[in-house]
């Protein structure tokens, strides 16, 4: 519909060149620049840059820092996926349901998402302190004292309360995303649902959900490739410690690669990262899409 | 239709780079006919921030067709902030290194320094016979910084060998007001304080060459003076507040001057901080001996400090601003800001008249008195200094020991492992990775 | 809800549960906004306690100890361009790869989203590298290119899906009526996007707003960058002013606070069509 054939290319061309020069500029060609570090032990400044083949993705199925890492990797994603989405899909229902002040919940529960990552960190790393920080006063205040506890420096707790920092940050966002979807329902089909003696909670399974099965889907992805890639707030809040708890992928290619001068290492666990976003992510969207209803 | 775009791009390029003028203009603008060589330091201290930018006005306003101009690293994240600006191109002309100086120079990037600067110092650090940077202090000489008014009131002394401190230590956990210690051991590099204290009593104490002998496979990390050095590193450690794990430096001065903890264990800086926090504390200081009965310190110069960029040298006008600045800088009228501020301990021959700290004294004294006098264990050059990445890996290992999630014997093969692969290509024994 | 019921037990119930909900979701910006007017001893002394005073002495010197408002400038110089350059750009990509179906589109619309896995670190230095070649490092230029190329995935994604729900007879009209495919994007289905682009304005303007290594990194030093890489300046190695760093905060989060409620429902029409579908 756009014209005839030998005029589509050309409009083809001129609609999408500005984009695609943008992304191959500025994504593609730095990406693919620095695979080839990934073959070399560079240290990031000499200028002589030494070609070691695969020594460095040999290191990586040896490593026990790296293995550590992909756990912490792991667990954090799944944390931060499933509870994101849970909480966001509550608060979505929630805030469709109440019949006064529906815009300002919805804009309280989106304020989080708003702080910038970097800032989020601080606010929580003073909140978590062992010493000072405001939860454990509040515990004691509230006779709890033994509940009290060094949040992010017992090696148990750290990921999940900086998972807890990621999910309070991203849950209204995605919030929205299911509000949106709740609220393109159609009325009719519950209210005809209802007619039919439906109960609440046959509704929301055999409705709601399945209607709502394409918001699921690019909150899962989003958050999927969110929680693989968290920086700041570890950077910000433990830098991957105590020890190595919280240590992810990402913060073990910017620590290795740029702080501790290993920049062929560290390239290499990047492109490694690289390849269990892109499989992970193809292999959940085949999953996710088989289960979608078409709206 | 494709003009439009055109114009858009067009547009969009006209207004990034009127802006990327923009930025350039007026550093041209400044001064136009001074020679300008840029200086870039690690300003994640507010005193020395200050302090420098006073000793660099005071050299721009006292030399003309001279100009130093600063470009703060803004806090944060240095080592990445000068990684950047090499990896573009923008390398500084004068320059503060820190531990990656060594790679720096193997890279060719940093210029030897004429005898007319470095014969100022009392041991610059000769590296391959010449040296490269000139310490911006003494090392930080580390000990025991403590609440005299509370050792006053229960009668407790500064210890005179190894287990009297460890013996203070409980007599404070016993009185059970305040914790002995307070650690932050949420920055790696302050726990690093202590574990060099550990390895310079265990390990070094017996060999002071173990890492050059590590390198040619004489010693490895199984070796009990290693398993000792973290041994002590738990005794000491024991007595660290609760939370020691997540809590920055940057917050150990707020437990000391609030009566939460007794002692801390740290360098010189922290007396201007402690006191600026609160003017009437009253600051004891004293050294831990080793086990041994010795008194071993930190201190001399290490391999960090400021340095002069390769491209600077060749350019002959440059080379001489920025000799001429830190000449200036190293005057002991100039560099006498710099210390007081700090509390640093000066590196030079001619050093400046300090401003009194009577406590600053005591611990000059000691290192003179100490039996040994070294740079942290990381700060060492030629044969015994560390791979690029070990550092940083044995302190979070020594944490993971210190938080039970490890038995030191696995830590000492974790370090074996990870030594392994770091001296397969990065030996200064065999040369390996220097090229 | 419908219209005109009365509100039941079970409606008062809920309004309860959002509201303490709310209070939780917000009591960490709470704790800054408290914070922000309190000083360093006190925040540390007293974490839970409401400022005594009004106390503005942290405002004063976040603006005196650092170029703050310099920052603030050149964090909407950023985002406005950027966002500007964004909306000039992505839209027109989609609206190709959506209506002019292909394997080279289908291929280039998998190509552009894959994009949103790689992550920044990975690319990080070749990338500086690159904005040095072509001129723009230490520049306004560089993050803002980097930013329209972070854009891209995300925005194809949107867009694609929101052009779905547009019908295509107004188009067919429009180019029977010989407007040009360009025109016939600009004059009509462009009008139709002010939803997605506000969706997208808020979503991927709130990271360029945010954005803490790039600017870092990347704007010339030696002077100030933007609000975040300010606040994070007061977080030092020795010393961490929480007091000036939760005054920055307040300030950084009141504009995005702003403009998030001012294009509110706009911004949700605009996922509900786009996001929301996938």
């Excluded at chain 1, 454990?136 to 707790?157: F, I, P, R, V, Y």
């Excluded at chain 2, 990656?100 to 110092?121: H, Q, S, V």
């Excluded at chain 2, 404070?172 to 920055?187: F, R, S, T, W, Y």
Aim: proline share 4%.
């Amino acid at each position: 519909m756009l014209g005839r054939k030998s005029r589509i290319d050309k409009t083809l061309v001129a609609f999408i060149s500005p984009a695609l020069v943008f992304y191959l500029l500025f994504i593609i060609v730095p990406t693919v620049g620095s695979l080839y570090y990934s073959f070399t032990s560079w240290d990031g400044i000499n200028p002589n840059v030494n070609f070691i083949g695969l020594a460095n993705y040999k290191e990586i199925v040896t490593s026990a820092r790296f293995g550590n890492a992909l756990k912490n990797t792991v667990v954090l994603t799944v944390f931060i996926s499933l509870f994101e989405n849970a909480i966001a899909l509550a608060l979505a229902i929630l805030v469709d349901r109440v019949f006064k002040l529906k815009n300002l919940f919805r804009s309280l529960f989106y304020i989080p998402v708003l702080i910038s990552g970097i800032v989020s960190g601080f606010i929580w790393k003073v909140m978590y302190n062992y010493s000072f920080g405001v939860i454990n006063a509040m515990l004691k205040s509230a006779g709890l004292e033994a509940l009290m506890q060094d949040w992010l420096g017992n090696t148990h707790l750290t990921l999940i309360m900086i998972g807890i920092v990621l999910v309070w940050k991203g849950a209204g966002y995605y919030m929205i995303i299911y509000l949106a979807s709740l609220q393109s329902i159609s009325s009719d089909i519950l209210e005809a649902a209802e007619i039919d003696g439906a109960s609440a909670w046959h509704k929301f399974t055999k409705i709601t959900l399945p209607l709502i099965s394409g918001a699921f889907t690019i909150n899962f992805t989003l958050s999927l490739i969110n929680g693989l890639k968290v920086f700041d707030q570890i950077n910000v809040m433990t830098d991957g410690g105590p020890g190595f708890t919280s240590e992810t992928l990402v913060y073990l290619l910017y620590k290795v690669g740029f702080n501790e001068g290993r920049q062929g290492f560290g390239t290499a666990v990047g492109v490694v990262l690289l390849v269990i976003i892109l499989v992970l992510n193809t292999l959940q969207q085949k999953f996710l899409r088989k289960r979608e209803v078409q709206v | 239709m494709k003009k439009a775009i055109a114009l858009l791009l067009m547009a969009s390029i006209v207004l990034m780079s009127s802006f990327a003028g923009g930025s350039q203009e007026d550093v041209v603008a400044a001064d136009s006919s001074a020679t300008t060589v840029t200086f870039v330091f690690a300003d994640g201290d507010a005193g020395a921030k200050e302090s420098i930018n006073e000793i660099v006005n005071r050299f721009n306003s006292s030399h003309e067709g001279m100009r130093v101009e600063i470009q703060p690293g803004n806090g944060g994240n240095y080592t990445e902030f000068v990684r950047t600006k090499d990896s573009v191109g923008e390398f500084p002309d004068v320059v503060e290194m820190r531990g990656e100086a060594a790679m720096y120079i193997r890279a060719g990037k940093l210029a030897p320094l004429p005898a007319e600067l470095t014969d100022l110092f009392l041991s610059p650090m000769v590296i391959d016979g010449n040296v490269y940077t000139v310490a911006l202090a003494g090392e930080n000489t580390n000990g025991i910084i403590y609440n005299k008014a509370y050792f006053d009131e229960h009668g407790l002394t500064e210890p005179q060998s190894y287990d009297e401190f460890i013996e203070l230590c409980q007599t404070i956990e016993d009185l059970g007001d305040m914790d002995p210690l307070v650690v932050g051991g949420g920055d790696l590099w302050h726990l690093g304080f202590l574990f060099n204290k550990c390895w310079d009593d265990q390990v070094i104490s017996l060999d002071p060459d173990f890492i050059a002998h590590c390198y040619s496979g004489e010693k490895d990390f199984s070796d009990p003076s290693v398993k000792a050095a973290i041994e002590e590193l738990v005794q000491i450690m024991a007595y660290a507040q609760t939370g020691w794990a997540s809590t920055p430096d940057a917050q150990i001065t707020t437990f000391l001057v609030n009566d939460m903890a007794a002692m801390m264990y740290s360098g010189t800086h922290m007396f201007t901080q402690i006191l600026s926090a609160d003017p009437d504390f009253e600051l004891g200081w004293f050294a831990i001996p080793s086990p041994d009965g010795k008194v071993r310190l930190v201190g001399g110069s290490g391999i960090s400090g400021l340095a002069v960029s390769t491209e600077c040298q060749s350019d002959p006008a440059k080379w001489e601003v920025a000799i001429e600045f830190l000449k200036f800088f190293y005057a002991p009228e100039n560099y006498g800001i710099y210390c007081d501020t700090l509390s640093a301990i000066p590196a030079t021959k001619d050093a400046p008249v300090s401003n009194g700290l009577p406590v600053l004294q005591e611990v000059i004294t000691a290192t003179g008195e100490a039996d040994s006098l070294s740079p942290m264990w990381n700060s060492k050059s030629g044969i015994n200094e560390l791979p690029p990445d070990f550092r940083n890996f044995t302190y979070k290992t020594a944490v993971e020991v210190l938080l039970g999630q490890r038995t030191i014997d696995s830590a000492c093969e974790e370090l074996n492992k990870t030594w392994a692969v770091a001296a397969s290509s990065f030996n200064p024994v065999t040369g390996q990775g220097i090229n | 809800m419908s219209v005109g019921r009365k509100a039941r037990t079970i409606d008062w119930i809920l309004v309860i549960v959002a509201a303490v909900l709310a209070f939780i979701f917000i009591y960490p910006v709470l704790f800054a906004l408290m914070s922000a007017f309190k000083s360093n001893g006190d925040i540390l002394r007293a974490p839970a306690a409401p400022p005594t005073s009004f106390y503005t002495q942290n405002f004063v010197d976040l603006f005196q100890m650092s170029d703050f408002g310099t920052a603030i400038v050149n964090t909407i110089f950023l985002t406005v361009v950027s966002e500007c350059l964004i909306i000039c750009i992505v839209p027109m990509a989609a609206y190709a790869i959506e209506r002019r179906r292909s394997r080279f589109t289908g291929f280039l619309y998998t190509f552009f989203i894959a994009g949103m896995m790689v992550p920044f670190h990975l690319y990080m230095f070749p990338l500086f590298r690159e904005m040095k070649v072509f001129g723009i490092f230490g520049t306004m230029a560089g993050p803002i290119v980097s930013y329209i190329a972070g854009s891209i995935s995300f925005g194809t994604l949107l867009y694609c899906s929101f052009l779905k729900g547009i019908p295509l007879e107004i188009e067919e009209a429009s180019v029977i009526d010989g407007c040009t495919p360009f025109q016939t994007f600009w004059k009509i289905t462009f009008r139709l996007l002010g939803p997605c682009n506000a969706s997208m304005v808020i979503l991927n303007g709130l990271g360029i707003w945010n954005d803490y290594l790039m600017p870092y990194l990347v704007l010339p030093s030696g002077r100030a960058k933007t609000i975040t890489v300010e606040i994070a300046g007061f977080v030092g190695q020795f010393t961490a002013r929480w007091d000036i760093v939760f005054a920055g905060t307040i300030i950084s989060i009141v504009p995005a606070l702003a403009i998030f409620c001012a294009f509110q429902k706009y911004f949700v029409k605009g996922i509900t069509a786009g996001a929301a579908k996938g």
